[in-house]
Protein backbone atom coordinates (compact mmCIF):
# COMPACT_ATOMS: atom_id res chain seq x y z
CA UNK A 1 0.00 0.00 0.00
CA UNK A 2 1.25 3.23 -0.66
CA UNK A 3 1.72 6.72 1.33
CA UNK A 4 -1.07 7.97 -1.18
CA UNK A 5 -3.72 4.74 -0.69
CA UNK A 6 -2.40 4.46 2.99
CA UNK A 7 -3.59 8.59 3.57
CA UNK A 8 -6.81 7.94 1.41
CA UNK A 9 -7.84 5.13 3.51
CA UNK A 10 -7.05 6.93 6.49
CA UNK A 11 -9.17 10.10 5.36
CA UNK A 12 -11.97 7.67 4.23
CA UNK A 13 -12.41 6.42 7.87
CA UNK A 14 -11.47 10.02 9.50
CA UNK A 15 -14.74 11.20 7.36
CA UNK A 16 -16.43 8.20 7.95
CA UNK A 17 -15.68 8.92 11.74
CA UNK A 18 -16.88 12.76 11.75
CA UNK A 19 -19.86 12.02 9.29
CA UNK A 20 -21.39 9.50 11.48
CA UNK A 21 -20.96 11.33 14.85
CA UNK A 22 -22.68 14.71 13.06
CA UNK A 23 -25.51 12.84 12.11
CA UNK A 24 -26.12 11.35 15.16
CA UNK A 25 -26.17 14.39 17.11
CA UNK A 26 -28.17 16.17 14.01
CA UNK A 27 -30.93 13.48 14.50
CA UNK A 28 -30.67 13.04 18.52
CA UNK A 29 -29.73 16.46 19.81
CA UNK A 30 -30.95 18.64 17.04
CA UNK A 31 -31.36 22.20 19.00
CA UNK A 32 -28.34 23.50 18.47
CA UNK A 33 -28.26 23.33 15.08
CA UNK A 34 -31.60 24.85 14.76
CA UNK A 35 -30.28 27.90 16.56
CA UNK A 36 -27.77 28.27 13.28
CA UNK A 37 -30.09 26.99 10.84
CA UNK A 38 -30.33 30.84 8.43
CA UNK A 39 -33.61 32.04 8.93
CA UNK A 40 -34.56 31.81 4.99
CA UNK A 41 -33.98 28.01 5.47
CA UNK A 42 -37.25 25.71 5.05
CA UNK A 43 -38.52 23.37 7.55
CA UNK A 44 -35.41 23.98 9.77
CA UNK A 45 -36.25 21.10 12.25
CA UNK A 46 -36.65 18.79 8.91
CA UNK A 47 -33.61 19.61 7.52
CA UNK A 48 -31.57 18.91 10.20
CA UNK A 49 -33.05 16.29 10.81
CA UNK A 50 -32.41 14.74 6.87
CA UNK A 51 -29.00 16.26 7.03
CA UNK A 52 -28.31 13.96 9.93
CA UNK A 53 -29.72 11.17 7.85
CA UNK A 54 -27.67 12.21 4.96
CA UNK A 55 -24.35 12.78 6.76
CA UNK A 56 -24.27 8.71 8.22
CA UNK A 57 -25.79 7.28 4.87
CA UNK A 58 -22.57 9.15 3.16
CA UNK A 59 -20.58 7.72 6.22
CA UNK A 60 -21.85 4.61 5.18
CA UNK A 61 -21.04 4.91 1.54
CA UNK A 62 -17.28 5.89 2.52
CA UNK A 63 -16.83 2.88 4.11
CA UNK A 64 -18.41 -0.02 1.73
CA UNK A 65 -15.63 -2.41 0.30
CA UNK A 66 -17.75 -3.13 -3.38
CA UNK A 67 -15.89 -0.79 -5.31
CA UNK A 68 -15.53 3.17 -6.82
CA UNK A 69 -18.85 3.81 -7.79
CA UNK A 70 -20.74 4.25 -4.24
CA UNK A 71 -17.49 5.60 -2.52
CA UNK A 72 -17.42 8.11 -5.02
CA UNK A 73 -20.85 8.90 -5.21
CA UNK A 74 -20.83 9.26 -1.43
CA UNK A 75 -18.12 11.61 -1.78
CA UNK A 76 -20.08 13.70 -4.52
CA UNK A 77 -22.94 13.85 -1.79
CA UNK A 78 -21.04 15.21 1.22
CA UNK A 79 -18.67 18.00 -1.07
CA UNK A 80 -22.13 19.17 -1.46
CA UNK A 81 -23.19 18.71 1.81
CA UNK A 82 -20.33 20.53 3.08
CA UNK A 83 -21.04 23.22 -0.15
CA UNK A 84 -24.65 23.44 1.41
CA UNK A 85 -24.46 24.47 5.06
CA UNK A 86 -21.27 26.67 4.50
CA UNK A 87 -24.24 29.57 4.78
CA UNK A 88 -24.97 28.41 8.36
CA UNK A 89 -21.77 28.32 9.74
CA UNK A 90 -21.83 31.55 8.75
CA UNK A 91 -24.70 32.48 9.96
CA UNK A 92 -23.50 31.08 13.77
CA UNK A 93 -20.26 33.00 12.89
CA UNK A 94 -22.94 36.22 13.28
CA UNK A 95 -25.39 35.09 15.50
CA UNK A 96 -22.27 34.78 18.22
CA UNK A 97 -20.12 37.99 17.61
CA UNK A 98 -23.34 39.91 17.94
CA UNK A 99 -23.54 38.21 21.84
CA UNK A 100 -22.06 40.07 24.37
CA UNK A 101 -19.97 37.45 25.27
CA UNK A 102 -18.66 36.92 21.62
CA UNK A 103 -20.02 33.36 21.94
CA UNK A 104 -17.07 31.41 20.67
CA UNK A 105 -15.40 34.12 19.05
CA UNK A 106 -12.70 34.05 16.19
CA UNK A 107 -10.56 31.48 17.35
CA UNK A 108 -13.32 29.42 16.43
CA UNK A 109 -15.08 30.57 13.64
CA UNK A 110 -12.09 31.86 11.78
CA UNK A 111 -10.71 28.03 11.08
CA UNK A 112 -13.97 26.78 10.91
CA UNK A 113 -15.30 29.04 7.93
CA UNK A 114 -11.68 28.38 6.83
CA UNK A 115 -11.45 24.69 7.03
CA UNK A 116 -14.78 24.42 5.07
CA UNK A 117 -12.82 24.10 2.14
CA UNK A 118 -11.06 21.13 3.16
CA UNK A 119 -13.88 19.32 3.89
CA UNK A 120 -15.48 20.02 0.43
CA UNK A 121 -12.24 18.74 -0.79
CA UNK A 122 -11.36 15.44 1.23
CA UNK A 123 -14.19 13.35 0.52
CA UNK A 124 -13.58 14.09 -3.12
CA UNK A 125 -9.50 13.25 -3.15
CA UNK A 126 -9.91 10.02 -0.61
CA UNK A 127 -12.25 8.57 -2.89
CA UNK A 128 -9.95 9.40 -5.76
CA UNK A 129 -12.42 11.66 -8.11
CA UNK A 130 -9.53 14.08 -7.71
CA UNK A 131 -5.64 14.14 -7.73
CA UNK A 132 -5.16 17.52 -7.09
CA UNK A 133 -2.72 18.91 -5.50
CA UNK A 134 -0.47 15.63 -5.01
CA UNK A 135 -0.49 14.81 -8.62
CA UNK A 136 2.21 14.70 -10.56
CA UNK A 137 2.54 16.59 -13.97
CA UNK A 138 2.05 14.14 -16.96
CA UNK A 139 5.43 14.53 -19.55
Not at 9 to 14: E, G, S
Not at 57 to 82: K, N, S
Request: aromatic share 12%; with cysteine; charged share 10%.
Amino acid sequence: MTVSKSARAALIILLAALYLVAGRAHILDPAPFLTITPGWVPWPAAVVYWTGIAEIAGACALLQPFGQRLRQAAAIGLAAYALCVWPANFNHFVIDLSRESGGWGLGYHIPRLAFQPVLIWAPLWASRILAWPFARPKS
